[in-house]
């Protein structure tokens, strides 16, 4: 009987691995069962610095981990995002009351909904899920709830319903209001929405963001919550709020006084040194109907939730040379060999990818240490050895936009300092900023070696430059659509006349935001292909939730004198920017309002057709474009026809151009785009639809904070001018 | 008694793990199955994709429709150079997305149900981007047909920026390969009225200035409006339109700075020929 038993599961088992191998169809997946260790609530990191404190450090100054909750950008993002939807993007938990159109209560969220089968659902903590989910799911008990389910999500014009209360923008507080606590662990609120950390405020549970426990935590993928039911994007990872840790090694070692236990379980620890781990939260689907590419859940149930693709970096890398053999390392990498290794500090390797040659840091080398402190971690005090260990700095793009002041404020005073000097004992730099610097000089190469060689004055001549990008995923990824990465590019003669110019900026005024002159500082300036202003919105008595007085239309919108992006693919010139920029869309059908006044009747421009425009507010997009970024290991050129002045034209103003010409390109990255940023300053400033500043963005953060990283790669050329 | 089940459950536990070895990827744990539909080939609902996608990651081998003949082009002509090939694919493309045959449609309100879009519209709606981009090969060679290409974009999006200086650019050939004088005069004027239309979608208004601190903008379409009135002796406009340059490159320069200083230089020369 047990045979036949096991035989039974065995066909079984082979047939289901041949079916996952082989067929192209997927079924749903159950959840496996939770297994049974002692509960343990969600830790804060210090209660892990003891035994780890190495990890904790790196961690500790990570973006993901604190610095995100309290970001000006990610707050005034989120922010932005309620204030046209009526707050439809914070949570709502188990004791929730809200009412859908259908009849059904809304009361689950993100990550507590077992399969997403409303557009609410997805929308309920959208943001806060991917950042904190831990935090959102201890919130289904009110003593542990850090931020509140709002009063009257979305808005209920003409007149609230009996009993319920309309969202009101003028209570609105940003996320990081609610990541503070006094000495007893009572939450503290800023007196004014949006205010300055009170006296005696000290980080929360929450503000730590993405923590120890909720990577080692992790129990595999939750397929059921995965739009494609593949363990791919927001979060769709389930947690465990147990004892059992789950770390990197097969043979751990027992753990002092059972503080927790050692996941053994291989399929649990393969999957958190995979690429698969990271993929649960790095791609972000938001749910909205994508108007050029038809994408739903496909969960049973789920057919009702659209969605488009915001980050389709783990998509990116899934489905790139890095996953496989086929790339110059002739092996996998993972997000860990360049993320949470020594990259790009262990040494280079010169490769060949299509016609360039190319030195690039070698990914995937790894320091040698203890993984825990020897005389503290072990039971029994029970000797450790020394093992290939991972770092936990989580390097990207990002740096914080505060100064370490704000950061020791609500963070706690030990917040390490971003611009910090120094390195660690692994020979990795302590500041995040010279991190972030080193791993972009990483991620790409240009050569100019096809430009025409001779030109004369008065004919076109052709630049050629090819790029690739070296990263295990698209160039930019992550918020692509606002991560920028550009050619700066510059043609001059033998005494430095400039000729031609791409990828410039140009020190100007900014009186949206209280900079009435040019101020001397080039990195809050926008690349000259496209000039935008988007609408900040505006307070009014009555909420009425949409674009109307919300803001995030474009109320300038035209073309510059460098516009490569749109010439280049639309009409396929050969000329402007060079820009690996993503772009969300917002397509508006005709008679809709598209953020503009008529001038001469005062009265809202409306499309007169399908009219396509770039948006800087993710809530409005119905269209993404994520293929203008750079794909890895695959070089293309770029052709810029460069007109030179003729012989008539230079004497007409004095000038003798003198040969060879000299041709620079360099890649640089933008932080963000300083009218992206500047919309955010608009929006949750004073004016905006809130009524009130939520502290966030201003002017002069945006001068003192947005660094942009210059000359990731460059290469220079010497075109002969014949007479 | 329990020898006879021990034998039989070791071999088929070791068969097991034999066969869960060989089957196990070496990348190590893979959840689920990635998802079988290819991620970078958008099904359209209902507009296409107007976009260049990276021709490797589409999977296509042979075109079948009109979006993957454009898409075919696209890689023809930026990452081949094969201007020939890309044409026959746009005009392909073209052939299938096409207003004359009813292969497309341009989408209005009365294409609306309750002011919303339909998940699939039949026709297709048509395409802007293989009209650009036939439009802008055809410049040269075929100018009337690139106007027209041009002018079938302005059907499906009149407010779209870019695409009547397009049309202006094009006049403009068509008035400097012609030898005829009421030719050149009338392809000159449209150039004129095309150039001002382009203006007018991005107007200098109070709100703008207040926003920008730009008094002007659009630089481009002033410079080639300035050379248009100077070609045909219209000195007095040419230098209005030359100033209007210069304000709009204030904050914003050029990406030929020459012109900047040459613009200036202009102008006196034109106010002396007053």
């Keep these: 009987m047990r045979l036949r038993i096991l035989t039974t599961s065995l066909v079984v088992s082979l047939l289901g691995m041949l079916e996952a191998g082989c067929g192209t169809s997927v079924q749903s997946v159950p959840n496996p069962p939770q297994v049974a260790f002692l509960p343990q609530t969600f830790q804060p990191p210090e209660n892990c610095l003891p035994c780890h404190q190495r990890q904790y450090n790196e961690l500790h100054s990570a973006v993901k981990s604190g610095y995100r909750n309290v970001s000006p950008l990610f707050n005034g993002l989120e922010s932005a995002g309620n204030l046209v939807n009526g707050g439809l993007l914070r949570p709502v938990y188990s004791d929730s009351t809200v009412v859908l159109p259908d009849g059904t209560l809304l009361n689950t969220n993100m990550y507590t909904t077992p399969i997403l089968k409303e557009t609410r659902q997805v929308q309920a903590g959208f943001c806060f899920t991917c950042h904190n989910a831990n935090i959102e799911v201890l919130g289904n008990n009110p003593n542990n709830r850090e931020v509140p389910q709002l009063a009257g999500l979305a808005t209920c014009n003409p007149a609230p319903p009996a009993g319920q209360q309309c969202f009101q923008p003028q209570a609105f507080r940003p996320l990081r209001d609610y990541v503070m606590v006094d000495a007893n662990g009572n939450q503290l609120l800023p007196p004014v929405p949006g205010g300055d950390p009170p006296s005696g405020a000290q980080p929360s549970l929450g503000a730590a963001g993405i923590t120890c426990d909720f990577c080692h935590d992790e129990a595999g993928p939750d397929l059921n919550r995965s739009f494609q039911m593949d363990g791919f994007a927001n979060t769709s990872l389930l947690l465990n709020q147990t004892i059992l840790k789950t770390g990197p090694f097969s043979d751990p070692v027992a753990v002092k006084n059972n503080f927790h236990v050692a996941n053994r379980n291989p399929s649990d620890i393969a999957f958190l040194t995979n690429g698969s781990f990271c993929n649960t939260c790095h791609d972000v689907r938001v749910p909205n109907r994508n108007l050029t590419a038809e994408e739903h859940n496909m969960n049973p149930g789920g057919q009702n939730v659209s969605y488009f693709r915001l980050e389709n970096l783990s998509t990116e890398w899934q489905i790139g040379p890095y996953n496989g053999t086929n790339n110059p390392f002739g092996h996998l990498v993972r997000c860990q060999d360049c993320h949470m290794s020594l990259f790009p500090y262990a040494g280079t390797s010169t490769y060949q990818v299509g016609d360039m040659t190319v030195t690039s840091p070698t990914p995937g080398v790894f320091a040698t240490d203890y993984a825990a402190v020897p005389g503290v971690a072990t039971a029994d005090n029970a000797p450790l050895q020394q093992r290939q260990v991972v770092e936990h700095y989580f390097t990207g793009v990002d740096v914080p936009l505060m100064s370490p002041t704000e950061l020791s404020a609500r963070l706690g005073p030990n917040y390490p300092d971003p611009y910090g000097m120094g390195i660690d004992t692994h020979g990795v730099p302590n500041g995040l900023a010279t991190r972030r610097q080193d791993l972009m000089m990483a991620a790409a190469r240009i050569s100019l070696g096809k430009t025409d060689a001779t030109t004369q004055l008065g004919q076109t001549f052709t630049v050629r430059l090819e790029a690739v990008s070296l990263t295990g995923h698209r160039l930019p990824a992550g918020f692509s659509q606002e991560r920028t990465v550009y050619v700066q590019l510059a043609v001059t003669d033998a005494n430095g006349f400039l000729l031609y110019q791409s990828g410039y900026v140009v020190d100007k005024p900014h009186p949206n935001t209280g900079e009435p002159a040019s101020d001397g500082n080039l990195d809050d300036e926008d690349l000259e292909h496209l000039h935008a202003v988007v609408d900040p919105g505006s307070f009014t008595a009555t909420y009425t939730s949409g674009t109307g007085t919300n803001g995030g239309n474009n109320v300038v919108f035209e073309a510059g004198p460098d516009d490569g992006p749109d010439a280049r693919i639309f009409e396929g010139a050969q000329e402007g920017l060079v820009l690996f920029r993503n772009e969300l869309t917002h397509i508006f059908l005709p008679g809709q309002a598209i953020g503009r006044i008529d001038a001469a009747t005062g009265k809202p421009v409306l499309a007169q057709g399908v009219h396509f425009e770039e948006t800087f507010q993710a809530a409005l997009a119905n269209t993404v474009d994520n293929f203008r970024s750079l794909q890895p290991l695959h070089p293309r050129t770029y052709n810029y026809e460069i007109q030179l002045p003729t012989m008539q034209q230079l004497q007409a103003i004095g000038v003798t151009v003198q040969g060879p010409l000299h041709v620079h390109a360099q890649i640089n990255f933008e932080h963000f785009p300083p009218l992206f940023m500047r919309f955010i300053a608009g929006v949750t400033g004073a004016t905006g639809p809130t009524g009130h500043s939520l502290n966030l963005m201003d002017e002069q953060r945006i001068d003192t904070y947005l660094k942009n990283v210059k000359g990731i790669a460059s290469d220079d050329f010497t075109v002969n001018l014949t007479p | ?274």
Aim: negative net charge.
């Design chain 2, 1 to 274: 008694m329990k020898l006879p089940y021990r034998f039989p459950i070791l071999i088929v536990v070791g068969l097991a793990v034999l066969l869960v070895s060989v089957f196990a990827q070496s990348g190590g744990y893979t959840p689920g199955e990635f998802q079988s539909s290819n991620p970078n080939y958008p099904k359209p609902n209902p507009f296409y994709f107007e976009g260049k996608i990276d021709w490797n990651l589409l999977n296509i081998t042979t075109p079948s429709n009109a979006w993957e003949y454009l898409q075919r082009g696209m890689h023809y002509q930026d990452d081949m150079d094969d201007v020939p090939d890309a044409t026959t694919d746009y005009q392909t493309s073209l052939s299938m997305n096409s207003l004359q045959n009813q292969t497309c449609q341009i989408v209005t309100a009365a294409t609306l149900v309750n002011g919303n879009i339909p998940t699939s519209l039949t026709p297709a709606p048509c395409m802007f981007t293989v009209r650009l981009r036939l439009g802008y090969l055809q410049r040269e060679t075929n100018p009337s047909s690139a106007i027209e290409l041009f002018q079938e974009v302005l059907q499906i999006d009149p407010q779209r920026l870019g695409v009547n200086t397009l049309i202006a650019e094009t006049y403009v050939i068509e008035a400097q390969q012609s030898t005829d004088p009421t030719t050149q005069q009338q392809a000159y004027a449209n150039a004129v009225a095309a150039y001002q239309a382009e203006l007018a979608l991005s107007p200098v208004t109070a709100q703008f200035t207040a926003l920008t601190a730009d008094t002007a903008n659009n630089s481009k379409v002033h410079w080639e409006l300035a050379q248009v009135y100077e070609a045909t002796g219209q000195n007095s406009l040419a230098a209005s339109e030359l100033q209007a340059y210069l304000q709009a490159t204030q904050w914003h320069s050029d990406v030929y700075p020459w012109r900047i200083a040459l613009a200036q230089n202009q102008i006196h020369t034109l106010a002396a020929k007053k």
